[in-house]
């Protein structure tokens, strides 16, 4: 009889459990993050031949971690050491070696990593270059200014984003607030803009952080952008946001069909009592998401965050 009690216990128990992960699901798709994980703007890649998870992010110097397994990450040396000295002529007022919004992506044997410096709520703003062949080697060689912006510029050069379209062709995506996000085709000799830029996000209320990302099961170009007010810890707003669009140029809509010219965007993540603020987001090839978020567990600092990512039948992004 007492045994029999303990089995209806357990059968009781069970079920509840089963029916309260109906209700709170579980995240199965976040990776369980150790270690060194402070980060702000992630830019995330795995480096050929080697398997070395890397991570740079907003900082002094530019900041880099590193990870051999993916989940437990250290500090390594900043990228910058010392300003370049074409930095002053662009962004005269720029705070010591502050740099932000990087981004990394491998072609043809390079990797080539995009970073901004700027004036905090201005314009006067740059994108810069550096490249090397080996992270590992932490040789890097600077490349020069990439696209600047001024008060009177209708862009903010920052947040720069490369992607490779279906036909191998390479595109610079950028740009915060003002008049919100910009495209412009990349000259693959010199990785540099080789045209005009164009407009194709805005949103009241902040947009920034560009990612666009081709998925061929799909035949969508996806602009995933950061919306809302970040860097004001458990008070950020930053909320993830989408929209597709059948060409690289736009226009890009959400799952509403509002262009994202007029405002249009699908929250994705607007975080939760854990997590304040998500955004800042890298997307790597289809399958990966990194951001920042800002923890409740230890007063709103900023934390890495890396999702696996999803596609649901109607051919939109999603994680848990």
């Not at 709520?121 to 270059?129: E, H, M, Q, Y």
């Not at 919100?180 to 045209?195: F, L, N, Q, R, V």
């Not at 560009?210 to 919306?227: A, C, D, E, Q």
Request: hydrophobic share 35%; aromatic share 12%.
């Amino acid at each position: 009889m007492v045994k029999r009690s303990k089995r209806m216990v357990m059968t009781v128990l069970l079920s509840l459990l089963l029916l309260l992960g109906s209700v709170f699901p579980v995240s199965a798709s976040t990776w369980n993050l150790k270690g060194d994980t402070n980060v702000h703007d992630p830019a995330y890649i795995v480096e050929k031949g080697t398997g070395t998870h890397w991570v740079f992010s907003t900082g002094s110097g530019l900041q880099v971690l590193y990870s051999t397994d993916g989940t437990t990450y250290n500090r390594s040396l900043p990228i910058f050491t010392a300003k370049p000295a074409w930095w002053s002529s662009y962004v005269p007022n720029q705070s010591g070696l502050d740099v932000w919004a990087p981004d990394i992506f491998y072609y043809n044997g390079t990797y080539y990593l995009y970073y901004a410096i700027s004036t905090f709520g201005s314009k006067v703003s740059a994108i810069g270059l550096v490249t090397t062949t080996s992270i590992s080697g932490g040789k890097w060689t600077d490349q020069g200014l990439v696209i600047s912006s001024n008060d009177s510029s209708s862009y903010n050069a920052i947040d720069p984003n490369l992607t490779q379209d279906e036909k191998g062709n390479l595109w610079l995506t950028f740009g915060s607030w003002s008049n919100g996000i910009y495209i412009t085709a990349i000259d693959k000799s010199t990785m540099k803009p080789s045209g005009n830029a164009y407009r194709i996000a805005t949103k009241s209320g902040g947009i920034e952080a560009p990612n666009i990302v081709y998925n061929p099961n799909t035949g969508y170009y996806y602009l995933f952008v950061s919306i809302g007010k970040c860097c004001s810890g458990l008070d950020s707003t930053y909320q993830v946001a989408v929209g597709r669009s059948k060409s690289i140029l736009g226009p890009y809509v959400d799952k509403n069909g509002t262009d994202m010219k007029n405002g249009g965007a699908s929250v994705i993540d607007s975080g939760n009592s854990a997590w304040a603020g998500p955004g800042g987001q890298d997307i790597e090839g289809i399958s990966i998401i990194a951001r920042h978020a800002y923890s409740a567990a230890e007063n709103g600092a900023p934390k890495l965050l890396i999702s696996d990512l999803y596609w649901d039948s109607s051919g939109w992004p999603y994680y848990n």
